[in-house]
């Protein structure tokens, strides 16, 4: 009873095996699409755009960008189609028509319902589109409408229709009640077909199969075959699990492979005999079971429409991955060992028996673990066609998928024969503390001493042809371990030894030579001067960057580690080309990288979960074709505005911008925004973009990961933005381009230079009015200004006339100051005369007296009495009164005239008052006192009768200007 029972669960277990390697899967929720939940079909144009039918309205995606077009009622978009007419069709709810670019380039719908009749304006859902020629076909569940030349007509179902498709240039549909018919002759004819098929069964997919039939999946009875005129259950070992499932849609992959998408248990991928080659669910990456819509793009990559969600199968890349048992465990070792794939992670070992075939990670198996492996494991390699394992806890030899350990030493990195004959006598094994060799006799390894006095953790070991043994430490340096007849001797060589650092060296065997991967690129080591010194091979090609790890294959190319990035120096072709990886970028072991190349179709890595596998051979031939496209061209001021939403032709055509629709952008818009994608789905990780903007930067930028670019304030003039891509085999794309226009600001527009000329010419004119009018008010203002200036002239004639006379007064003025100083100081000289006269009288009286001479008192009288004549004082008197009449205008013949009474004493009191000197020089002058000037004042003033509130000086003034 076990045995039946075995034998009956042997196909679902052997349905149960997935292949070792899968691709990756890239998710893409509701968030990152900003969409409905649920996708409905998938459809892709020639350009590269995939297109969804989404809840929320027609979904587009690039590669970079989503965009979402929604439907005027704002209904579910069940299908999709695009036609030969390069219009997207689409159905929604009631709704059916299609988007085509707008002159802006983005797309905009335009409905067909106008073209129904009134009776089929209801017709619910759209859940069928197809294209066949230049016809489109919609399904409603209650009727099809056939799109031909602008008008409409419908087909009725019997009951129901659930399916319509295309299969060998054939239109189908299937009816609940009518079954599977055959559009022809503008009719839909039953097929008249022998065998059972359940038509209450909604048909989900019909799809070519070998000679001419037809492979026919149903959503509740799995598979059948139409072959000429009968139509059968697919005999196949996994019918009963296709029925369970529930087949959703499905598509075909390949000439013999074909795609099923389920409602409980994601994709599955089957061989032309119905056999599982793979399987995709919710434990393979996907985001949940239920597989609405499948989709195999021109990449040959599947697209999923899920119920929550869009994912994507990278169906066809060289690059897959495995998980053993689906363990995150990161994976340390691998080796095939007879035919049987052995890993080795930090949650022990695991293997699994691998098929002949080219590209093994198409192998199907379940891994199983090794015995007595559990914990870290650190290298297996072949010695002796026995498997040996380094582990955390020993070292172990591979008996029957279980590990015998011959060594219980703790940590064992690495073992290395120590002679290239076979069997190999011994061998070295580095450790956590230092190098371990071993002998092999009778089929076993037996301990056989260690290097002591290295006591290093030995991970990186190596041996030169000169059976040195060389030991690499990341912080101490790197050792040369020298047979000699008593054991070894050991060389210690750091910077002072040619490497760069005493960090991070890791010794390597490439090409038969012991190399050192360092922080400043690869050295070698110079037997000569015994010293390291820069790789000549490796600096021309890697230059003097970081190096971590270095493995040759077996082509003889060189993989290596910089930093995180994981390249390959390929030497197939003439020159030596490096090719980055740039998938497994921040995806391998930090520090303990491992890389395994089995062939040119089978590389094996250690990654942080599992391994990966690379097909390095499809790797290089895998010719994507290489495109770029502007897809959206934005115009931002306060507010953006859509310039170009990333269409210049119709949807299938090429991408080219017609050289007359160049558009305009005012001079109000600040910044142009531009983005640009690649639709290489999968394969983004690989690409680098770089572009430039011709009037503005003729320079390409430097290649990068930016699918954006934005450029503000740029001055007038005609621009072409140009964008290119690259692939990390180094291939590049033709270039796009977007050309547009910035408009100059309203002051410098034709218009406005028209205006200026416009404006111009009236000034000129209006000067040359202004300078008409100008003169004839200059003429007469000239003529005023003659006759103002005659005017003036002859005031400043008389100006100066009167001026002349001022200034001869003023002469006057002076010669009469000149005067008066010269009367004055004649006036003082009378007065100091007539004092010294009095003085020299008084001492010839007073000498006159002591003298007894006779004779001389008499000669001195005559003296006194020549001194007291006064005709001289007179005469003095005479010429002082002359000159003060010349100075003052006959002032004593006006004082005269006024005042005939007056005496001669009053005049020279008058003149001398005249004059403004003070009363001290009056005393002086008249020879009295100055009581007897104020009297003689006192008794002038009372002659003249003048008033006692007139000035004396005052009244004798005005007398001299009167006269």
């Not at 230079?753 to 008010?777: C, D, N, S």
Request: hydrophobic share 35%; net charge neutral; glycine share 6%.
């Amino acid at each position: 009873m076990k045995k039946l029972v075995l034998f009956l669960l042997l196909p679902l277990a052997l349905g149960a095996q997935n292949t070792i390697g899968l691709p990756d899967v890239i998710n893409y929720s509701k968030q990152s699409y900003s969409a409905g939940l649920q996708n409905w079909d998938i459809k892709q144009d020639k350009n590269g755009i995939i297109y969804f039918a989404n809840n929320e309205g027609l979904l587009s995606f690039d590669g970079r960008y989503w965009n979402l077009y929604p439907l005027p009622n704002r209904t579910i978009v069940r299908s999709v189609e695009i036609g030969s007419d390069n219009r997207i069709y689409v159905g929604g709810q009631d709704e059916l028509g299609y988007f085509a670019p707008g002159t802006n380039g983005r797309l905009v719908y335009h409905a067909l319902n106008q073209l129904l009749a009134a009776k089929d304006k209801s017709f619910g859902d759209v859940w069928d589109i197809v294209a066949f020629k230049k016809d489109i076909f919609f399904r409603t569940n209650n009727r099809i409408f056939k799109f031909s030349n602008e008008a409409i007509a419908t087909f009725k179902a019997v009951s129901e229709w659930s399916f319509l498709g295309i299969c060998n240039n054939r239109i189908y549909a299937h009816d609940f009640t009518g079954g599977l018919m055959q559009f022809e002759n503008n009719v839909m004819m039953p097929l008249v077909l022998t065998g059972s098929f359940p038509k209450t069964d909604p048909v989900t997919a019909l799809l070519p199969a070998a000679s001419g039939s037809i492979l026919v999946t149903t959503l509740k009875n799995g598979i059948y075959t139409i072959t000429g005129n009968s139509i059968n259950k697919f005999s196949s070992p996994n019918n009963s699990l296709f029925e369970n499932e529930r087949i959703y849609a499905a598509t075909r992959i390949n000439k013999d492979w074909i795609a099923l998408a389920t409602n409980n248990s994601g994709v599955y991928i089957i061989d032309a005999a119905g056999n599982i080659i793979q399987s995709f669910a919710k434990t393979e990456g996907l985001q949940n079971n239920n597989v609405l819509s499948i989709f195999l793009d021109n990449q040959s990559n599947l697209w999923l429409g899920l119920d929550n969600g869009i994912d994507f199968i990278a169906y066809n890349s060289a690059v897959k991955h495995i998980t053993p048992l689906g363990q995150d465990g990161s994976g340390y070792t691998a080796y095939i060992y007879n035919n049987r794939l052995f890993t080795g992670t930090s949650n022990g070992m695991f293997s699994v028996n691998l098929q002949q075939m080219q590209d093994l990670s198409f192998s199907k198996g379940n891994f199983a673990p090794v015995n007595n492996t559990k914990g870290q494991t650190w290298n297996l390699t072949e010695i002796n066609n026995q498997l040996l394992l380094g582990h955390h806890e020993g070292a172990f030899i591979i008996k029957d998928n279980t590990a015998v350990p011959f060594s219980n030493t703790a940590g064992f990195w690495n073992f290395i024969p120590l002679s290239t004959t076979f069997p190999t006598q011994k061998i070295v094994a580095g450790t956590y503390r230092n190098l371990q060799f071993f002998d092999y006799k009778n089929g076993q390894f037996i301990e056989a001493g260690a290097v002591n006095d290295l006591i290093e953790s030995c991970r990186f070991v190596t041996i030169d042809e000169e059976d040195h043994i060389w030991v690499s430490h990341p912080y101490h340096g790197v050792y040369e371990i020298i047979p000699a007849a008593n054991g070894f001797t050991n060389r210690i060589y750091t910077d002072k030894n040619g490497l760069p650092s005493i960090l991070n060296n890791h010794v390597y065997q490439v090409k038969n030579e012991v190399v050192v991967a360092t922080e400043k690129g690869v050295y070698s080591f110079n037997h000569t001067k015994k010293q390291f010194e820069p790789s000549a091979f490796y600096k021309k090609i890697l230059g003097d960057q970081s190096i971590r790890y270095l493995k040759e294959d077996a082509a003889g190319n060189i993989w290596f580690m910089h930093e995180k990035t994981l390249g390959v120096i390929d030497l197939s072709g003439k020159q030596p080309a490096i090719i980055y990886l740039p998938e497994l970028n921040n995806k391998m072991l930090s520090g303990f990288e491992f890389i395994y190349p089995v062939n040119e179709y089978n590389i094996f890595m250690g990654g942080e979960k599992g391994f990966y596998h690379i097909n390095y051979e499809k790797y290089k031939q895998h010719a994507s074709n290489l495109r770029v496209q502007v897809r959206t061209v934005r115009i931002i001021s306060k507010q953006d505005s859509l310039l170009f939403g990333g269409y210049f032709n119709n949807v299938n055509e090429k991408q080219e911008q017609n050289t007359e629709a160049v558009p305009s952008v005012a001079n109000r818009w600040k910044t142009i925004r531009i983005e640009f994608a690649s639709p290489l789905f999968g394969l983004q990780p690989n690409l680098e973009y770089s572009y430039r903007l011709k009037g503005f930067d003729n320079n390409w930028s430097e290649w990068s990961k930016r699918t954006e670019k934005e450029y503000t304030n740029l001055p007038s003039g005609n621009y072409s933005f140009e964008v290119k891509v690259r692939n990390n085999l180094g291939n590049e794309s033709a270039v796009a381009v977007y050309a547009f226009k910035m408009l100059p600001p309203w002051y410098e527009t034709t218009w406005a230079y028209l205006l200026y000329i416009l404006l111009f010419a009236a000034g000129i004119y209006t000067v040359y009015k202004w300078q008409i009018k100008k003169f004839k008010e200059q003429q007469v203002k000239h003529e005023e200004e003659q006759k103002r200036l005659q005017y003036i002239h002859e005031l400043e004639r008389s100006k100066t006339e009167t001026e002349l006379v001022t200034l001869r007064n003023e002469k006057l003025e002076v010669e009469i100051n000149f005067k008066n100083s010269e009367l004055a100081s004649s006036a003082m000289h009378l007065v100091k005369k007539g004092e010294l006269l009095t003085k020299i009288k008084s001492e010839l009286e007073h000498v006159m007296k002591g003298i007894d001479n006779t004779q001389a008192t008499q000669e001195l009288k005559k003296m006194i009495k020549t001194l007291s004549e006064d005709d001289q004082m007179d005469q003095e008197w005479e010429n002082f009164t002359k000159h003060f009449d010349k100075v003052h205008s006959d002032f004593v013949v006006s004082l005269k005239e006024k005042h005939p009474s007056i005496t001669g004493n009053e005049i020279k009191l008058c003149a001398y008052l005249r004059m403004n000197l003070s009363t001290k020089e009056i005393a002086q002058l008249m020879n009295i006192s100055v009581r007897g000037v104020e009297i003689s004042r006192y008794r002038l003033r009372k002659k003249l009768g003048i008033a006692s509130e007139v000035s004396l000086f005052d009244y004798l003034i005005n007398l001299h200007s009167e006269s």
